[in-house]
């Protein structure tokens, strides 16, 4: 599956998706993303800092997409890590409701290892909702352990916060 980093014409695209996970996390009581988060100009700043990446079919089509950097949510500090820095976190992943079930979700935290171990980080760390099922699978069937839960500012439910040694 050819991952690429994202350019500002993949925005239409990576909004659409947006909407799509937004409508079926609503459904099912999750509130993790919503129509303040995240907005055009979070993936805006993540293309021009080059941490956005895209799963892209042969045919153009986006099939997901993650952003993968360094920088941790100040909820992650109280956590207990196993793992000292330095360390990659993955935000904003998605993978579209058309292509789900692919393996695209568990092929871009595949991509997210191998840039953690190009940048030799000695773990990734992520966070999920604790009402996203799927994520929270995939997660755990790729290894990652769960390290504690954290609420985010606004967000009635807590997210597990998630490690993977490298």
């Not at 700043?45 to 045919?59: F, P």
């Not at 171990?117 to 604790?130: C, F, G, I, P, V």
Request: glycine share 6%.
């Amino acid at each position: 599956m050819p991952i690429r980093h994202a350019t500002a014409a993949d925005l239409p695209a990576i909004m659409h998706i947006v909407r799509e996970t937004i409508a079926i996390m609503h459904e099912s009581g999750n509130d993790q993303w919503d129509h303040t988060y995240p907005t055009p100009g979070d993936f805006l700043q993540d293309i021009a800092s080059g941490t956005l990446h895209v799963d892209a079919a042969e045919t153009g089509s986006l099939r997901g997409f993650a952003c993968i950097d360094s920088c941790e949510p100040e909820e992650y500090a109280p956590l207990p890590w196993q793992t000292d820095p330095p360390s990659l976190v993955i935000h904003r992943m998605a993978v579209s409701p058309a292509f789900r079930r692919e393996g695209i979700g568990k092929a871009l935290l595949d991509f997210a290892e191998t840039k953690a171990s190009e940048a030799t980080a000695r773990s990734l760390k992520t966070d999920t909702h604790t009402a996203n099922p799927a994520m929270n699978a995939l997660l755990q069937a790729c290894g990652y352990r769960p390290v504690g839960r954290i609420r985010f500012k606004g967000k009635a439910k807590p997210f597990i916060c998630y490690e993977k040694n490298l």
